[in-house]
Nanobody, 124 residues
């Protein structure tokens, strides 16, 4: 069992930056694929980025590629999402998730553990 707790959200002006953190409980964090998803009001939850268990492989949605960076520190049981050049359309609740599946996936239904989410609001 893994419990995930996000932090770092807040209100920022367009063009600004935020870094989200996701702290995991449990001793097997380093064996999970980790991802970030987001959900804006009235919209479905969408994939943002994922990182392999060891941190060597990453993938991003087209909407954030080049602006966001996903990383992890398995010694601290923590994952990160560095968000730069933020836009108003990035406004959403951001969730971290962990998957035990033996394949890489962008599908939210493939992720086994979820945090409670952290709000990111980008103003004009």
């Amino acid at each position: 069992q893994v419990q995930l707790v996000e932090s770092g959200g807040g209100l920022v002006q367009a063009g600004g930056s935020l870094r989200l953190s996701c702290v995991a409980s449990g001793r097997t964090f380093g064996s999970y694929t980790m991802a970030w998803f987001r959900q804006a009001p009235g919209k479905e939850r969408e994939f943002v980025a994922r990182i392999s268990s060891g941190g060597a492989w990453t993938a991003y949605s087209d909407s954030v590629k080049g602006r966001f960076t996903i990383s992890r520190d398995n010694t601290k049981n923590t994952g990160y999402l560095q968000m730069n050049s933020l836009k108003p359309e990035d406004t959403a609740v951001y969730f971290c998730a962990a998957s035990v599946k033996p394949y890489y996936t962008r599908m939210s239904t493939d992720y086994d553990y979820w945090g409670q989410g952290t709000q990111v609001t980008v103003s004009n």
